[in-house]
């Protein structure tokens, strides 16, 4: 029987087995974006950051919409749970005080990547209506959060100054000012929390 790939001639390389392969590209967006913003961001950027071949972008997601609005979504939904896991154990007002200062200062403030990324989710849910409803499912969900301890009326409140001082974190050039994110939980709280600032690298 004659050999159907005759010497010179190459074999097809075998298919490979990769059924994270949706993830990895989602998850590369996100990196993508964090570096070169939404505008900046192409099928062919993605493509190389995640390893996969061009044309296995459009397998996965009809378009750049649909794919933007997985990896905000993806993003927002790990937000939004370590903003649960840090509340989850709280029992008294003071100690919500504290999760809370905790999660501006060592979360939300943590990395760069995040801030940007949350920026340009904002930016982008201005204009759209498709990402403006992850936007909502997301406060809608810290609000939850923090309904289970505190009133309603607080809880927006509370919820109003993470997302105010998350952006004013990514758009300020100073140094972050942990002791204002202190007094400001307390003020809204009216309650003295146990939190000091946390002494942390300066996000890059």
Known sequence: MPDPHPAGRPR?????????????????CLDVVAADGVAGTSHRKVAAAADVPLGSMTYHFA???????????????????RFERRLAPATTTAEVATAVVALITQDTF???????????????????????????????????????HVDPTTARLLDALV??????RALDTGE?????????????????????????????
């Open 63 to 81: 378009g750049m919409t649909e794919l933007l609005h997985a990896a905000f979504t993806r993003f927002a939904d790990d937000v939004a749970e």
């Open 110 to 148: 943590a990395t760069r990547r995040d801030l940007v990324l949350t920026h340009e989710l904002y930016t982008l849910a201005a204009r759209e209506p498709e990402f403006r409803a992850i936007t909502a499912a997301w406060m809608a969900r810290s609000r939850r959060a923090l309904e289970q």
């Open 163 to 168: 997302e105010g001082l998350t952006i004013h």
């Open 12 to 28: 097809p390389r075998p298919r490979r087995h990769d059924p994270r392969r949706r993830d990895r590209i989602v998850d590369a």
């Open 176 to 204: 972050r000012d942990e002791a204002a994110v202190v007094v400001g939980i307390q003020r809204i709280m009216a309650e003295p929390t146990t939190a000091t600032p946390h002494a942390t690298p300066e996000s890059r």
